[in-house]
Antibody, heavy 118, light 108 residues
Framework: QVQLVESGGGVVQPGTSLRLSCVGS????????MHWVRQAPGKGLEWVAA????????SYADSVRGRITISRDNGKSTIYLEMNSLTPEDTAIYFC???????????WGQGTLVTVSS | EVLMTQSPATLSVSPGERATLSCRAS??????LAWYQQKPGQAPRLLIS???NRATATPARFSGSGSGTDFTLTISSLQSEDFAIYYC??????????FGQGTKVEIK
């Protein structure tokens, strides 16, 4: 079964760091651009970051630039999101999503919940 | 940044009726527009790309139209499994990729 599986979420205190992972199961992610999209509780979807198929290009939303790093290990078919200096505003479900050349998402993971609270 | 505005915020429809959802972009995005369906506790699912191209698993009762700044998602005859939140997304001008705020389709 082709799927994306996120992990690494949890409850953390403001100012701390967290690393999320997204593993491709049943498919190799090495040919695809990958993205992280988040959804705050009861809110809509917000694009967070993107990485090209080979990791050479990365883009970030203004709301996270400088605090978040996206990376990938194609050998492990895994995408990462390193988040630093977390604030309560970062509380959300974080989805990884796969795109083709056109930047819409044809496959989503089930999401991992990050809660930033003291 | 391209602002995507969806209307209405909530649409109350009876099963079997037609639903029409709107999405407007703050500048032209051509046909670089996708629609997603999200049910409670689930990830979004791609319905439409290229403004009007149904994804593989999307039933024929879903249709998309429009170009430039104005887009429509139509569900011809609502089924029980169609009650959900629908998001549009533009993917021409980025970063950032931007979504509408969503339209909730609820049972009337």
């Amino acid at each position: 079964q082709v799927q994306l599986v996120e992990s690494g979420g949890g409850v953390v205190q403001p100012g701390t760091s967290l690393r999320l992972s997204c593993v491709g199961s049943g498919l190799s992610l090495s040919s695809f651009a990958m993205h992280w999209v988040r959804q705050a509780p009861g809110k809509g979807l917000e694009w967070v970051a993107a990485i090209s198929f080979d990791g050479s290009d990365k883009s970030y939303a203004d709301s996270v630039r400088g605090r978040i790093t996206i990376s990938r290990d194609n050998g492990k078919s895994t995408i990462y999101l390193e988040m630093n200096s977390l604030t309560p505003e970062d509380t959300a479900i974080y989805f990884c999503a796969k795109s083709k050349m056109s930047l819409y998402y044809d496959l989503w993971g089930q999401g991992t919940l990050v809660t930033v609270s003291s | 940044e391209v602002l995507m505005t969806q209307s209405p915020a909530t649409l109350s429809v009876s099963p079997g009726e037609r639903a029409t959802l709107s999405c407007r972009a703050s500048q032209s995005v051509g046909i670089n527009l996708a629609w997603y369906q999200q049910k409670p506790g689930q990830a979004p699912r791609l319905l439409i790309s290229g403004a009007s191209n149904r994804a593989t698993a999307t039933p024929a009762r879903f249709s998309g139209s429009g170009s430039g700044t104005d887009f429509t998602l139509t569900i011809s005859s609502l089924q029980s499994e169609d009650f959900a939140i629908y998001y549009c997304q533009q993917y021409l001008h980025w970063p950032p990729l931007t979504f509408g705020q969503g339209t909730k389709v609820e049972i009337k």
